[in-house]
């Protein structure tokens, strides 16, 4: 339920942003995207380390211009992107003393998928008729959907300590997301109305991702994704 509301809220967002646009833009564009590189993550945990892993995905999105002075447009665009990012990370688990568990390491490999909505400011600068450097920046909202997390233990101590892959859910990581997108493309003609934008994209996230679990210190973890992508730009109007 909570993730079809995630939906729901997400496709809310773009219908508003996109009907009012609309009606005012100096031009309007559909842009399809992909994405792939590297995701990393940062913690207040002294004891925990991580590596970096693979992020993913596409989407959809709207584009416009508002304004246009010279070579250059103002604009903002909002779109719905499916997210994939992985994990690594080594830490030390609390001795649990009621339960008679000393302190172990905890090494554990973690996949999360995300329905992400960014709403950001997007600037369109045109060096002639055919090429133009587009830069973008603004805030995401990520609804998490699911994911699962490997655990290897130094030692098991069954049934609360145990190696083997386990569901994430709302008991073990937060169902929202809040950070800032960068972005930037170099955008190419193909046909009429129709043109290519690979370029970068970073998304550094500001909100705590996991819940704090009995058998860890209590700790912020947040989440930053750097990769390649493109888009597919089609001049609406």
């Known amino acids: 339920m909570k993730k079809k509301y995630s939906l729901v809220c997400a496709l809310a967002v773009i219908f508003v942003f996109s009907f009012f646009t609309a009606v005012n833009a100096q031009r309007l564009d559909l842009k399809i995207e992909g994405f792939g590189g590297i995701s990393g993550g940062s913690t207040d945990d002294p004891e925990k380390s991580g590596e970096l892993g693979f992020s993913g995905g596409g989407g959809l999105g709207l584009c416009y211009y508002f304004t246009k002075a010279g ?40 996949y999360y998928t995300y329905l992400v909505v960014p709403v950001t400011l997007r600037g369109n600068f045109r060096f002639n008729k055919k090429v133009a ?12 959907q699911n994911g699962k997390s490997d655990s290897t233990y130094g030692t098991e101590n069954p049934p609360i300590l145990v190696n083997g892959e386990n569901d994430l859910n709302d008991d073990t990581t937060e169902q929202r997301d809040i950070g ?58």
């Open 71 to 110: 070579r250059f447009r103002l604009g903002a665009a909002a779109g719905l992107n499916y997210m994939y990012l992985t994990y690594k990370s080594e830490t030390n688990t609390l001795a649990l003393p009621l339960y008679g568990i000393p302190s172990t390491s905890l090494s554990s490999e973690t």
């Open 133 to 144: 450097l587009n830069v973008e920046t603004g805030p995401f909202f990520g609804f998490f």
């Open 180 to 237: 800032i997108r960068v972005a930037a493309s170099l955008e190419l003609p193909l046909r009429k109305n129709l043109r290519i934008a690979p370029g970068i994209l970073f998304d550094l996230g500001f909100t705590d991702t996991s819940k704090d679990q009995l058998i860890v210190a209590s700790s912020k973890d947040t989440f930053w994704k750097l990769g390649a992508y493109v888009s597919l730009l089609h001049n609406l109007f």
